[in-house]
């Protein structure tokens, strides 16, 4: 194994799961490991370009990773019945739903859903993908001050849209 | 944590680490390999050259037609701005240009020139259209530009014919592909030939032309006028009432001489549907025709999820006839 594929694959293990998580979060679960590969496959041929900060690299192959998943979206266009809302019914594996979990969570993933791309994507970065506010924003391509804004936007925005659809705060 | 914290934490779709792949890894060495770096001035020279092609094809577009294919500009030359297509590549300046000043001088004169001709009261009207609209679903956001060539009955019923000729990108430009055809009932809403030509008559037939009532009033006046030079060949009387109609607008703005997408130079008109859109309108300054129509997003309000400056919707008129 040569060097650069020493370094390709340390890269790979330290980030593969937060990377199909990424994608699993915003497009079908199913093709969260396509997305992943195309994703690890193009950072192997942008290899020279990754930062030599573990922190940054996270946000390097998030930055790849969000490129493939909207080629991804473009591309399945006549799997319209797996969207979002379906994506929304399904409960983790192996755990049956009961139907107060199922109702709690389409309407979180509604009230989520209502609320502007670029807040419903801020919430995403920092909440799921446990990113800081820089981080966040080296993902979604704007300044650290603009994501600052519109995570505290979004919050505000999410908890109205909760409220409006009568679910309680913190439940 | 926060409650929101709390709350997206137990809705997290994909809360459990994953192993790595080794599968994967064991693929992506043996197939693909890094690639070099390119040094600096090379990244710099190329983005001048392509810049400066991006430039030209957009520029030289009109009579650049082989094989008898229609093409149009894939970006707009926005008052000195190159703007780009929602979900294309292309150039989308910090900044636009904004709204210049009045544009009651410039649509009256308009209105003047516009030449009263006689109506025809059967045969067809054939239109020839580019027409490229931004679509939204859940799987993201695309355009769809398409050459249509429509022939639709003077009298406003009978059938329409529809041509569509899909366009797709080509080195700056959107070249046309092969074409279907269909034939459906038409009963139309705006017949060309029976509109008023009193301003306020011609404002209270299309604001009734069935365009969503929340948007501001001069986003719908210009909506069914485009959706009437769609559908048939507007007369000179009509189009001077239009464009008089269109003058006491007031956040209708000049923008001087500007080119469309087919390279025809005319008198741009803008305007700002709040703050994240703006609609762009090109006229023959000879004739009073509209010749194109751009709607560009200014800022992405939520759900497009496209970056702006772009254009999501354009429409350029190629051609108008009438056939016995």
Redesign the interface.
Known sequence: ?TE??ER??AI??RN??CV??YA??RID?DV??DV??RT??DA??????APGDESAERVWLLGIARGHV?NE?????RR?AL??RV?AW?A?AGVPPVDGEVIT?LA??QA?GR?????REA??LF??EGLSVEEAAGVAGCRAGTMATRLSRA?TR??EQ?RASGFG??? | MDDVGALMAAHDPAPAELRPDELLLAEILATARPRRPVPRWRMGVGAVLATGLVIVAANAVPSQESDGALTVAATLDYAGSAVALCGEPGPRPSRLPGPGGSARPGLLALAGRAVATPLPATGSNLITVVQSRLLTDDGGSRMRTSLVRLRTPVSGQGVRQRTEFPMNGQGGLLVQGQGRAEATPYQSGLVAGRLPTRAGALRTRLLGAGQARGRPETARLVGAVVELNENEVVGGRVAGAIWRLLAGRADLRALGRVTDRRGRAGQGFAFDAGESERWVLVADAATGALLSVERVVLADTGGLEVTPPCVRDFWVFVAREWRP
């Open positions: 194994m650069e594929d390709f694959a790979y293990h593969y799961s199909v998580r699993s979060r679960p969260a490991g992943a590969a690890f496959a192997y041929r942008r290899l020279a370009q909207s979206r473009r591309g399945r266009r319209r969207d979002e994506m399904r983790p969570r979180f993933h989520l609320l502007p791309g670029n807040d919430l995403r909440y799921w919050r999410l908890r909760l705060e913190g439940g």
